[in-house]
C-alpha cells in the first residue's frame, strides 16, 4: 500500500465514520420521537410507570441496524487496505472485528439508556422533543463531535490492532516505520515517532511503550506502524524532525 493507498485508507474511514455518525444523529431524533408518542394521552407520572420497563436500548438499536452494517462492512473492507505481512487466521480476524464491533454497540445501549432518563425529565418538566434531543447531544460522548471520534478511533484501532498481530509473528530484527499524514494537526507524540525512523519491535516499545502499536497518539489518530520499506512511503522522519525544532517541542 503507498500513500494513495494509506490516505484513501483514512478517507474511507473518515467518510464512513461521518455516515455513521449522521444515522446515529438521527436515531437519537426518531427514538425520542417516538418515546414521546407513546405517552400519548398518559399523565407524566403514569408515563413515568410505564417506561420504566420498556428496553430502550433495543429500540435503538433496532433503528441504528444501518449504521451497525456500515461500520461491520467496513472493518471487513479495511483489511483489503492494511498491509499485509503476515498470515493471521480468520478467527483472529473476526474476533478483532467483534471487539470493535462492542464499542460501538456498547455505545448505542448507553445512547438508549441516556435517552430514556431524559425522555422522563423532558414529559415531567413538560419539555419539547428538540429540547430533550439537544439535553441527550449535551451527554458528551453522545455528540456529533464524540460520535465521530468514538467510531474514528475504534475503526483506527481495529486496523493497527491487525498489523499488531502480524509483528507478533515477524523476526525481532523486522523494522517498523510510523507512517501516516504530515501537517498541521500532526500530534507532537505522533511526530516524535515520525522522526524516530525504522525501529525493531523492541526498539519501539523500549522508547514509545508497547500501548503505541494498537493506539497510536491516541483519539482520532491517523497514524500507524507498518513494516519498513524501499519507497518510504507516508514516512518523512526528516520532515517530522523539521516540524518538532520549529515548534520548539524538544
Known amino acids: 500500500m503507498g500513500v494513495d493507498g494509506l490516505m484513501s485508507d483514512q478517507l474511507f474511514i473518515e467518510q464512513n465514520s461521518e455516515l455513521i455518525t449522521d444515522i446515529l444523529l438521527r436515531v437519537q431524533e426518531e427514538t425520542i420521537e417516538s418515546l414521546y408518542q407513546l405517552k400519548g394521552s398518559k399523565k407524566a407520572s403514569e408515563f413515568a410507570v410505564f417506561i420504566e420497563n420498556l428496553d430502550v436500548k433495543q429500540i435503538v438499536r433496532a433503528k441504528a441496524t444501518n449504521a451497525i452494517s456500515i461500520f461491520d462492512n467496513t ?18 480476524l473476526q474476533s478483532l472485528k467483534n471487539y470493535s464491533s462492542d464499542t460501538l454497540l456498547n455505545q448505542l445501549d448507553n445512547m438508549g439508556q441516556v435517552i430514556k432518563k431524559e425522555v422522563v425529565k423532558g414529559i415531567i418538566a413538560g419539555t419539547g422533543i428538540q429540547t430533550v434531543v439537544e439535553s441527550v447531544r449535551g451527554q458528551g460522548a453522545l455528540s456529533s463531535s ?11 484501532e481495529y486496523s493497527r490492532s491487525v498489523t499488531k498481530l502480524m509483528i507478533d509473528e515477524m523476526p525481532e530484527t523486522t523494522k517498523y516505520q510510523y507512517i501516516g499524514a504530515l501537517d498541521e494537526k500532526t500530534r507532537p507524540e505522533c511526530l516524535e515517532m515520525m522522526a524516530a525512523g525504522d525501529l525493531t519491535r523492541k526498539q519501539i516499545v523500549s522508547r514509545f511503550g508497547s500501548e503505541v502499536l494498537i493506539s497510536g497518539g491516541g483519539y482520532n489518530c491517523r497514524h500507524k506502524w507498518e513494516i519498513a520499506l524501499q519507497d518510504k512511503f507516508a514516512h518523512d522522519p526528516k520532515g517530522a524532525k523539521k516540524i518538532i525544532k520549529d515548534k520548539g517541542l524538544n
Open 75 to 92: 472493518h471487513t473492507d479495511m483489511l483489503q487496505t492494511i498491509q499485509g505481512f503476515a498470515a493471521l487466521s480468520e478467527q483472529t
Open 146 to 156: 464524540q460520535l465521530q471520534t468514538l467510531i474514528d478511533t475504534s475503526m483506527n
